[in-house]
């Protein structure tokens, strides 16, 4: 059984299924981003004493992340790009690439969380490691669902047909479409959890 | 469309369990729902013993809970509190819910908009094992050491996070059933408007599509909040934070050793934020199988229809600025108050205005008395006493005093009880003919019509004069304690016997369920000469549901068209017939 519209664009709506979907679950996302977002400020703005971001977190590797992510980003929008001018090759590279850079990120969050624990820095310290770890821990989850799809795209090689490169070509836009979100959240997570 | 070549019969796995069919999911949903709606309500008939009679054991099953529970049979105030906790948590998230939405959406979507399936089925199929795991999770918590969830539905802090019992459980529970929620919502809203067939407009569209449209919206956009809650309230539990624990917090006498400077109030709002549209999610289905059964059994349009339409839109956008009604008692001033006093008075009027045109339906009408119109019927009393009595909740001055008291309960209880249930059971009764080609029992139904419709009124009913009174909710000796309930304890005895009764009543439906069965397949298909594009499709409807792709050629409800040859012209019949 097809289903209608999964590859091809409906006219009166101007988008194919996948597309709509992932904006609906972006603005789902940013509802979920928003809630924890305004509990920082709450419980921040509530509090008599907070902690500058410099004081407690080490803004270098908050930095370093902050270039892997984007980089991430960047390589997909070039995989894209490929996969469309017909470069499967170089957009599989490209797809390696972008998996690559976001491991590095949770590599390098990996290694700081344990650094922070060793420290004594744990969840339960305060409230502004508790919405360190939260915020930064729930962006994390979502790099991670975000790298098993990379890993999915990678190893789905699209038959010949020209409806197996559509749908590989959305998947691309749709994936794409999900890393610029990730990017977006965690640089207002940097710029409002480290430099402030 | 409908496949001409048989395949290969997929086996019980992939045929029943695991089938990516939406008319198998949405039974599913529908048969996980309805069990867990008789859960919850069998736990309530335990909680009327206790207020029924307070201290004397539990017949019959009261050895059962063993000695942490209800030592000799008689039920200890944490047990009376998790049944509490755990009968809203069931009915609302894992009983109502999923059928009004996951069972009755799934279904019927595809088939009224004319698609093959949901847009997703692969994500359909995971959102239905979510619930399922959500249920087990929950199910599992009443064996906790300490006892299920026991700090109500709404599990405010700082008692939830200090209690003892399963409420961690009850956080994983919600954050899977959350994730339930959105797989579902996204599939809804993909398939509502990229798979309608040709000739669907918008304006095409029957209502309950409508009503599932801005239901799947709420779910989407609500739930999250809640979701980031949870995991806050779980870090609480169990990594020691103190999102919602206030510095210098004092329990039992003793200050709290935590890092505090947490907020209670915080989980209040983000609680609230999903769980005021949540009470829309629970109503708005049923508005939309109500409205489908009475276009057909009074075999003319509904009336108002882009009233209906822009009703339900609003009460959609509205729903998301009323949450704090439910907080007046925090101390918030009289500027939030007012805002939230205002945006809840306005939300009543679409409420009422589809309340309206519901009844005006009814007017000059001819109406069959089946038994999906019996309940249908009833449903609009009853859920309009059960809205006019929130009034009265939405207004502050009033609110304070009614605020956690019977009077609260019994007002809910009237929306989602006589009101989304019934709408529930009449649309079991009047799509079961699609669903297995056979007609269920009139005479059973009637029955179970009767006996619930009265057993219903006669439990809460009573429960507005307790709360009049001043009896406060989630009491385990059921306000005894206090003088000013005296006059009305009395009550407890009257609901409690009503509840058991209608215990009783619901035992015709259920073996009406299952033995019509057995019946032989009489349905065709279009058993209640309706309009709509899912009696196009056969009865029940085969993978990708229609033998022939269909086209809507006018709107939803051409009933009594001056002319025609029928009292009914279905919207898939081409023009000129």
């Known amino acids: 059984m097809e289903i209608p519209y999964a590859i091809e664009v409906r006219p009166d709506t101007g988008t194919y299924n996948a597309r709509l979907a992932m904006w609906l679950f972006l603005a789902s996302e940013a509802m979920l981003f928003g809630a924890l977002f305004s509990a920082y400020v709450l419980l921040r703005t509530g509090a008599d004493v907070w902690p500058r971001g410099p004081e407690r977190l080490n803004v270098t590797l908050g930095s370093i992340n902050t270039v892997l992510i984007l980089a991430a980003s960047a390589s997909l929008a070039v995989a894209r790009r490929a996969f469309l001018a017909q470069h499967a090759g170089r957009a599989r590279a490209a797809i390696g690439a972008a998996a690559a850079a976001a491991c590095g990120f949770l590599a390098l969050k990996l290694f700081e969380y344990r650094e922070h624990v060793l420290a004594g820095d744990v969840p339960a310290r305060d409230n502004f490691f508790a919405t360190y770890y939260v915020l930064t821990g729930v962006h994390a989850l979502h790099v991670v669902g975000g790298i098993l799809v990379l890993v999915y795209l990678l190893l789905t090689r699209p038959g010949p047909a020209p409806s197996a490169t559509a749908r590989y070509q959305h998947r691309l836009d749709v994936t794409l479409m999900y890393w610029y979100f990730v990017d977006a959240v965690w640089l207002i997570l940097f710029v409002s959890i480290y430099l402030r | 469309m409908v496949s001409a070549s048989a395949q290969k019969s997929p086996g019980f796995l992939r045929g029943y369990l695991f089938s990516l069919d939406h008319k198998v999911i949405g039974i599913q949903y529908t048969l996980t729902g309805l069990l867990f709606l008789l859960l919850g309500f069998t736990i309530m008939t335990m909680m009327r ?3 029924a009679h307070p201290g ?8 059962w809970f063993g000695q942490t529970r209800a030592p000799q049979g008689i039920m200890l105030p944490e047990f009376y509190n998790s049944l509490g906790a755990m009968h809203g948590t069931i009915m609302v998230f894992l009983g109502v819910v999923p059928v009004a939405v996951g069972g009755f959406g799934n279904f019927l979507i595809p088939l009224q908009i004319g698609a093959p399936d949901m847009a997703f089925p692969k994500l359909n199929l995971a959102s239905y ?9 929950m199910l599992a918590s009443f064996l906790v050491p300490g006892g299920a969830a026991q700090s109500g539905w709404t599990s405010y802090p700082p008692l939830s996070v200090i209690n003892q019992g399963a409420q961690a459980w009850w956080l994983v529970g919600m954050l899977l059933l959350i994730t339930s929620s959105l797989l579902g919502s996204l599939n809804f809203i993909t398939t509502i408007v990229q798979m309608r067939a040709p000739g669907l407009t918008f304006g095409r569209l029957p209502f309950f599509i409508w009503a599932q449209l801005v239901t ?4 989407l956009l609500a739930f999250p909040p809640l979701e980031a809650a949870a995991f806050f309230q779980l870090m609480d539990r169990v990594a020691g934070t103190s999102f919602f624990l206030p510095t210098g917090l004092v329990v039992s006498g003793r200050v709290l050793h935590n890092a505090g400077g947490g907020n209670p109030l915080l989980w209040q709002h983000l609680f609230w934020f999903l769980a005021h549209p949540e009470v829309y999610v629970l109503i708005l289905p049923a508005m939309g199988i109500v409205s489908e059964i009475i276009a057909n059994n009074t075999r ?18 509205m729903s998301m600025v009323v949450w704090a009604h439910h907080m007046y008692i925090t101390g918030m001033g009289t500027t939030m108050s007012s805002f939230f006093q205002t945006t809840t008075i306005l939300i009543s009027i679409p409420s009422v205005v589809i309340l309206t045109c519901l009844f005006l339906s009814l007017w000059g009408a001819s109406i069959r008395f089946t038994v ?11 859920f309009g006493l059960g809205g006019l009595t929130g009034l009265p909740l939405g207004m502050a001055p009033a609110g304070l005093h009614l605020h956690d008291t019977y009077y609260v309960i019994a007002h809910f209880h009237y929306i989602v009880a006589p009101g989304t249930i019934f709408a529930l059971f009449a649309g079991v009764y009047y799509w079961y003919p699609k669903a297995t080609g056979r ?10 019509f009767a006996g619930t419709f009265v057993c219903m009124n006669l439990i809460f009913m009573p429960m507005f004069i307790q709360g009049l009174a001043g009896m406060n909710r989630r009491l385990y000796d059921g306000g005894a304690l206090y003088a000013m309930n005296h006059d009305v304890l009395w009550l407890h005895l009257l609901i409690s016997r009503a509840a058991w009764t209608m215990a009783v009543f619901q035992v015709p439906f259920m073996v009406n369920v299952v033995l019509s069965l057995r019946a032989p397949r009489t349905a065709d298909d279009n058993p209640w000469q309706a309009t ?5 499709a056969a009865s029940p409807p085969g993978h990708g549901n229609f033998r022939v792709p269909p086209h809507a050629y006018r709107g939803p409800y051409e009933y009594s068209v001056p002319g025609a040859a029928a009292d009914y012209t279905p919207q898939f019949a081409p023009a000129g017939e």
Do not use: D
């Open chain 2, 49 to 51: 013993w206790q207020l």
């Open chain 2, 56 to 63: 004397l054991p539990i017949p019959l099953v009261g050895g």
């Open chain 2, 129 to 137: 094992w979510c619930y399922a795991a959500a249920g087990l999770v």
């Open chain 2, 216 to 219: 799947s919206f709420l779910l």
């Open chain 2, 300 to 317: 003319k349009p509904l009336y108002g229809y882009r009233a209906l339409v822009g009703s339900t839109l609003t009460i959609g956008f």
């Open chain 2, 372 to 382: 999906p119109m019996l309940f249908a019927l009833a449903f609009l009393p009853m």
């Open chain 2, 439 to 448: 007609q269920m029992n009139e005479r059973l139904g009637q029955l179970h």
């Open chain 2, 532 to 536: 709509t594009l899912e009696w196009a």
